[in-house]
């Protein structure tokens, strides 16, 4: 082979020529894991890492929680709280969730919505979205407020479309809307009639009040029974305006409740939808489960009123479409395309959730 000629891969690296480190000599020392008795964190109570002091008192907060020691335990996170680096994001996160669900239990909502309404504006990917989501979700199931509920659950789905659990738990919601929207229309409908019945009282007696004690004259003036007849026409007037808008107030809670119905049976379908799709590739309790779930479901769908082509046609748009808001919104169209009802005027209006896929 000639001088100076290069050979592919007979290059070497620095690490070859370096002297190796010498081993000590006999076996090596035995690993012994550190073992921790029961409240360990009780009996270490000072240290010199400020960290390590703030996980003790953590770990406290977190005993104290299992113990249902609630207020207890929203001491030693509130404490931990304001001691913590600004650095530190992750005890940062775990304190202020172990605030949250202290305040849920102790009843103070508010408070626990405000740290996890800061939650979800501090959260940086998809993992701490959901866990905030998951909080203010148990806080809102706590509370009467349906709506919020709701809210919660369409930003998950937002976030999982594929997630059947969630569609199940949004169907829920809806059910357990529709008979507060029928409360609602017909506690406004009797108030209505209540004001309406009483406006028409006062105004047939002008001088009721301080003067109601004085007695009417046997025979009126002419002019006073004119003004009567004009204050009676003007009466059927107020009472031909009002009872239209009680009607207009009917028509359109009739129409909340028909599309929260439809968004009850849809979401319903498509958890339907998604438990089959994952029902092969499951065994033992978690099969059970699923075939629960939808025997529950179809239980459930009995309860509706549409036809059994209607309930097609919803099949078969939560197979096109994964994603909620575009899910009821190709829902609307194929109803007005097809004609399945005859109005669907102020129905399946666009959810104002935040989208994120």
């Not at 000629?5 to 070859?16: A, I, M, N, R």
């Not at 097609?312 to 007005?336: D, H, M, N």
Request: with cysteine; charged share 25%.
């Amino acid at each position: 082979m000639e001088t100076g000629c290069w050979l592919l891969g007979g290059e070497f690296e620095d690490s070859v020529f370096e002297e190796r480190r010498e081993r000590r000599p006999g076996p090596p020392a035995s690993y012994r894991a550190k073992r921790c008795e029961p409240q360990w964190f009780y009996e270490e109570t000072e240290s010199n890492d400020d960290v390590e002091a703030l996980t003790l008192k953590k770990f406290k907060g977190d005993l104290a929680y299992r113990r249902q020691e609630y207020q207890k335990a929203l001491q030693e996170y509130s404490s931990i709280s304001e001691k913590l680096p600004s650095t530190n994001f992750a005890m940062k996160r775990d304190v202020q969730e172990g605030q949250v669900r202290c305040l849920v239990h102790l009843g103070r909502h508010t408070e626990a919505l405000e740290i996890a309404t800061n939650l979800e504006n501090k959260a940086t990917n998809t993992d701490h979205l959901t866990t905030v989501l998951y909080l203010q979700l148990a806080i809102c199931s706590s509370l009467p407020n349906l709506e919020k509920t709701v809210l919660c659950l369409q930003k998950l789905i937002s976030l999982h479309p594929f997630d059947p659990w969630n569609w199940g738990k949004l169907a829920e919601a809806y059910l357990n809307l529709g008979p507060a929207l029928s409360t609602l229309c017909a506690s406004s409908q009797k108030q209505n009639n209540f004001t309406s019945s009483d406006k028409t009282v006062k105004s047939s007696f002008p001088h009721s009040g301080k003067d109601c004690l004085l007695c009417f004259p046997e025979t009126l003036p002419e002019s006073s029974v004119f003004s009567m007849e004009a204050s009676s026409s003007n009466n059927q007037k107020n009472e031909k305006a009002l009872k239209n808008i009680q009607n207009c107030v009917a028509e359109k809670r009739e129409a909340e409740l028909l599309e929260t119905q439809m968004k009850a049976c849809a979401s319903f379908i498509r958890t339907r939808l998604l438990l089959q799709l994952t029902q092969p590739q499951q065994t033992s309790f978690a099969l059970e489960r699923n075939l629960r779930t939808q025997q529950e479901i179809e239980d459930k769908m009995k309860g509706f009123s549409f036809k059994e082509d209607t309930l097609l046609l919803i099949a078969e748009v939560g197979l096109c479409e994964p994603r909620q808001q575009r899910y009821f919104s190709w829902l609307q169209y194929r109803f007005l395309k097809n004609s399945r009802i005859s109005s669907t005027k102020g129905l399946f209006p666009c959810f104002t959730c935040l989208l994120i896929t």
